[in-house]
């Protein structure tokens, strides 16, 4: 893992950058990630594009390969109400490496706060592209549904 900073933006050239990244986002935020979880498609493919509402506490990811979508994590509970928006990175390419981290409530094994990072794969530029509060229950079913 080499991450590199070129101005305000960080980039990686390699996938594992991202758990890195949402690391360094988190504890800055107050709620330190401790789990982290990449997403991958049943097909095999690692490459997505990513859509989220952040106020309804949305995700879906839609894979590059074979086009399955995905609501991840708990998303399904909240979807009637959400505007889904696609992160597109700054060099106008859509399909993302994602890697997931949570902060856990103090002394338990639940869902506190999730983060939900990003690497290009075109250019390599890894960040946090959504995190929110959530009450998404035990980390395990939770992080199974990335």
């Known amino acids: 893992m080499a991450l ?8 990686g050239d390699e996938d594992g950058d991202i758990a890195a ?3 360094n986002y988190s504890r800055a ?3 330190p990630a401790t789990l982290f979880r990449a997403a ?8 997505f594009h990513l859509f989220d509402d952040e106020v309804e506490g949305v995700a879906r990811r839609d894979c ?10 708990d998303s399904a509970e909240y979807l ?3 505007n889904l928006d696609e992160h597109v990175c700054m060099c106008d390419n859509a399909a993302l490496s994602i890697h997931c981290g949570v902060a856990l409530y103090e002394g338990t ?6 983060y ?15 995190d929110w509060k959530c009450e998404g229950g035990p980390v395990e079913a939770f992080m199974a549904r990335v």
Do not use: N, P
């Open 4 to 11: 590199t900073r070129k101005g305000k933006y960080w980039y």
């Open 21 to 23: 990244v949402i690391g």
């Open 29 to 31: 935020a107050g709620y």
């Open 40 to 47: 991958l498609c049943s097909c095999g493919s690692a490459r």
């Open 64 to 73: 590059v390969a074979c086009g399955e979508s995905h609501l991840m994590f």
């Open 80 to 82: 009637a109400d959400a």
């Open 109 to 114: 094994q639940d869902v506190r706060w999730l």
């Open 116 to 130: 939900i990072g990003c690497r290009c794969a075109d250019c390599g530029m890894v960040g946090v592209y959504a």
